[in-house]
């Protein structure tokens, strides 16, 4: 039986520059680097530059939204992979981390993220089983999917004791 691809599915947002502290950016150092990001529907998201780019640390910067956005898809990605291999996850914790490089022309990138996520299990369990998963999801992480660059996992999948 074949399956039909899903037509295409649009995320809208309006993200609005809230750091116009005056002179608007008359230098680099005269303007603010925060900003609003709205979905109609959700609480807004307030951010910042990371602080070494004259940013609030108190805010999210757009390089830590990077580094959630791929722990959290492929925690999705893996939880509904173990529900559909009725594999009874009890816990997951992430514990992510993104490399940025930075060129001599000031440019960056990443380099890589590393997820390094700690999953419990219910007894009775395949550990090995539950472990594979992980590389599945992270083949089905659209997020991960549309990174060039690599998005690792380091897995630890452990048995819990039933709630």
């Known amino acids: 039986m074949a399956t039909t ?4 599915h649009r ?5 609005v520059w809230e750091g116009n502290r005056g002179p608007g950016t008359s230098d680099y150092a005269s303007y603010g680097r925060q900003y609003r990001v709205s979905i109609v529907g ?3 998201l307030v951010g ?3 602080p070494l780019f004259r940013g609030d640390s108190a805010l999210h910067n757009p390089e830590d939204l990077l580094v959630a956005a791929l722990s ?5 990605s893996y939880l509904a992979l173990c529900a559909r291999s009725r594999i009874t996850v009890l816990r997951y914790l992430d514990h992510a ?12 990138s990443f380099r890589e993220v590393m ?3 700690r999953v419990t299990v219910a007894p009775g ?3 090995a089983r539950a472990t594979a998963l992980h590389q599945k999801a992270g083949e089905q992480c659209f997020i991960a999917s549309s990174c060039n660059f690599p998005v690792r996992h380091q897995p630890v999948v452990e048995i819990g004791t039933a709630q």
């Open 5 to 8: 691809a899903k037509p295409p």
């Open 11 to 15: 995320y809208a947002l309006t993200l």
């Open 42 to 44: 959700k609480p807004d």
């Open 48 to 50: 910042s530059a990371d």
């Open 72 to 76: 959290s898809c492929h925690m999705l």
């Open 97 to 108: 981390e993104g490399t940025l490089e930075f060129r001599a022309d000031g440019g960056g």
């Open 115 to 117: 997820l390094s996520p």
């Open 125 to 127: 369990t395949d550990l």
